[in-house]
């Protein structure tokens, strides 16, 4: 079983749908839940971090975690043509320094 | 105020030759971490190095694969004798401090993409 496991999409929606993306994952000692962001030939870059479960928002970007359920979201209002990108989910433990991520999902807003 | 560079951007290599990736990390930053991602797969850690030190090899290839992060100068990624199966976008991360505490991420850099012939 893989440790992060996310849809690779596409995902398609219409400029201004609620967008929902999401991953689980396997191991319960993974402590920090992270979402990462990368256009097209560029570098990966971190959205959000949540700590334990719980909602956590920032403008138009919320996430989620439910541990009970080993389950990562990421959820994105009035989607922008500019949020097409692919959406890396990925997980941290305190004790290691490597990240841990998700296949990504490509995500494309449609104008 | 310069983020993490990686040269070069695009590399080609036949099968046999050696190619070397290199990293600059953001200004302050002692601490790189390298990242392999092949196509249609995610984000593969592969080392994690502070100056003049190795710290977590445990993500690199047994054979091939060396990285260094000298006391002065950018960190290396050093593939020899380059297979087809090497051809991926490497990635090069950097950190303030430790990556031990999430509060100092990790900011990546641009990536260089190897392709083998």
């Known amino acids: 079983q893989k440790e992060v496991e996310q849809d690779p999409g596409p995902l398609s929606v219409p400029e201004g749908a609620i967008v929902s993306l999401n991953c689980t994952y396997s191991?319960?000692?993974?402590?920090?839940f992270m979402w990462y962001r990368q256009y097209s030939r560029k570098g990966p870059e971190l959205l959000m971090y949540?700590?334990?479960?719980g909602n956590k928002e920032d403008g138009r970007f919320t996430a989620q975690v439910d541990k009970s359920s080993k389950y990562i979201s990421l959820f994105i209002r009035d989607s922008q043509p500019s949020d097409s990108a692919t959406y890396l989910c990925?997980?941290?433990?305190?004790?290691?320094?490597?990240?841990?991520f998700g296949k990504g999902t490509r995500l494309h807003i449609l104008p | 105020n310069a983020g993490v560079m990686q040269n070069p951007r695009h590399l080609v290599r036949r099968r046999g030759q050696e190619a070397r990736l290199r990293c600059s990390p953001m200004?302050?930053?002692?601490?790189v971490y390298w990242y392999r991602q092949l196509p249609e797969e995610g984000l593969k850690f592969m080392v994690y190095?502070?100056?003049?030190?190795?710290?977590?090899e445990s993500g690199m290839p047994k054979e091939r694969f060396s990285a260094e992060f000298p006391k002065e100068g950018p960190s290396i990624l050093r593939i020899q004798q380059v297979v087809r199966g090497d051809s991926a976008a490497y990635f090069c991360?950097?950190?303030?401090?430790?990556?031990?505490?999430?509060?100092?991420?990790?900011?990546f850099g641009p990536g260089t993409r190897l392709t083998v012939l």
């Open positions: 991360a950097s950190s303030l401090t430790s990556g031990r505490n999430l509060k100092n991420e990790q900011f």
């Open positions: 200004k302050g930053h002692s601490h």
């Open positions: 990925a997980i941290f433990m305190n004790r290691d320094d490597k990240i841990i």
């Open positions: 190095l502070q100056k003049e030190n190795i710290i977590d």
């Open positions: 191991n319960s000692a993974f402590q920090y």
């Open positions: 949540t700590y334990s479960s």
